[in-house]
């Protein structure tokens, strides 16, 4: 089993940054890929980025230029730095990890408001 647990969301006025952390705990051996998705209110959840284990990392159109993950291994923690925040920013924002075998574990989410 996989824990994850998000932090750092709250409020923060457009063109502000937040950093989100999300710390794994349990079989950590086991994680393959770690990301980020988010939801906002009356949406699908959307993919946001990822880190893979060999670190390579991708972001979702709508975030290029300004958020960017990356992971401290030694904390067993991965980040979502987000910076030139906007409104349609707005949402939960869930940490997600999945396993070799291809399970996918979610953390509790953590909302980020985001206020022109």
């Known amino acids: 089993q996989v824990q994850l647990v998000e932090s750092g969301g709250g409020l923060v006025q457009a063109g502000g940054s937040l950093r989100l952390s999300c710390a794994a705990s349990g079989r950590i051996f086991s994680i393959n890929g770690m990301g980020w998705y988010r939801q906002a209110q009356g949406k699908q959840r959307e993919w946001v980025a990822a880190?893979?284990?060999?670190?390579?990392?991708n972001r979702a159109d709508s975030v290029k230029g300004r958020f960017t993950i990356s992971r401290d291994n030694a904390k067993n923690t991965v980040y979502l730095q987000m910076n030139s925040l906007k409104p349609e920013d707005t949402a939960v924002y869930y940490c997600?990890?999945?396993?070799?075998?291809?399970?996918?574990?979610w953390g509790q989410g953590t909302q980020v408001i985001v206020f022109s």
């Open positions: 997600a990890a999945d396993d070799y075998s291809g399970k996918v574990y």
């Open positions: 880190i893979t284990s060999g670190g390579s990392t």
